[in-house]
């Protein structure tokens, strides 16, 4: 079975702070996808990125960078000079095996960045 | 180009009661799926539809249905409501390619409230 577990529940910051947001996985696939989707107040969850379960790389997009490690199964979401705007929930997700689209969502992390 | 769009916004409904969300998906997705949050939690999985028919099913009673019509819009049936049934309900469309888990894109939800 899979799972996804984000046990920080709440984060708040001051603003410029950096900030990283936990994400570990459970899968018994060898190939699986994993996401991180933002949540802003008005309830849409916006996508953010995708990894592969094959492609380690670090990535970074602007403010935003992702650490994928297999070795202990975490797949982290790092924010740099934080903005008021980033406040949202965010949800790290699974999906396993190519074609089944079931994600699996942690729990969620609410940031808030502080003025 | 116009996201996913769901219908209605918001719903009060009654306990015993049946209830119809509908969705449309990204122009060119064929792939369309249901979510259930209920607050303070993760997205459930509830429904995936691919070229009308059923690719998975998540863990919800069969009070739960839906169909995907050849235009690939969708709907969600609800029989039988329930208090516990309050949550917003979100649909994800993305394009199915062979190969990989294409990410998903979500509407704003249907808030739908049990009385």
């Known amino acids: 079975a899979q799972k996804v577990t984000q046990a920080q529940t709440e984060i708040s910051v001051v603003e410029k702070e950096d900030v990283t947001l936990d994400c570990v996985y459970e899968t018994r696939d060898t190939t699986y996808y994993l996401f991180w989707y933002k949540q802003p107040p008005s309830g849409e969850l916006v996508f953010l990125i995708r990894r592969n379960s094959f492609d380690e790389q670090n990535e970074i997009s602007g403010r935003y960078s992702w650490n994928f490690q297999k070795s202990t199964s975490s797949f982290n979401f790092t924010i740099t000079a934080s903005q008021v705007v980033d406040s949202a929930v965010y949800f790290c997700a699974l999906s396993e095996r190519v074609g089944n689209e079931k994600l699996t969502f942690g729990t969620g992390t609410r940031l808030t960045i502080i003025p | 180009d116009a996201g996913v769009t769901q219908s209605p916004t918001h719903l009060i409904k009654t306990r015993g009661q049946q209830v119809t969300l509908r969705c449309s998906p990204i122009s060119g997705h064929k792939s369309v799926s249901w979510y259930q949050q209920v607050l303070g939690q993760g997205p459930q999985f509830i429904f995936q539809y691919y070229e009308k028919e059923e690719r998975g099913r998540g863990n919800f009673p069969d009070r739960f249905s839906a169909r995907q019509f050849p235009n690939y819009s969708s709907e969600l049936n609800v029989n039988a409501l329930l208090l516990g049934d309050s949550a917003l309900y979100l649909c994800?469309?993305?394009?199915?390619?062979?190969?990989?888990?294409?990410?998903?894109?979500f509407g704003d939800g249907t808030r739908l409230s049990i009385l």
């Open positions: 994800a469309s993305s394009l199915i390619s062979t190969g990989s888990n294409q990410p998903q894109h």
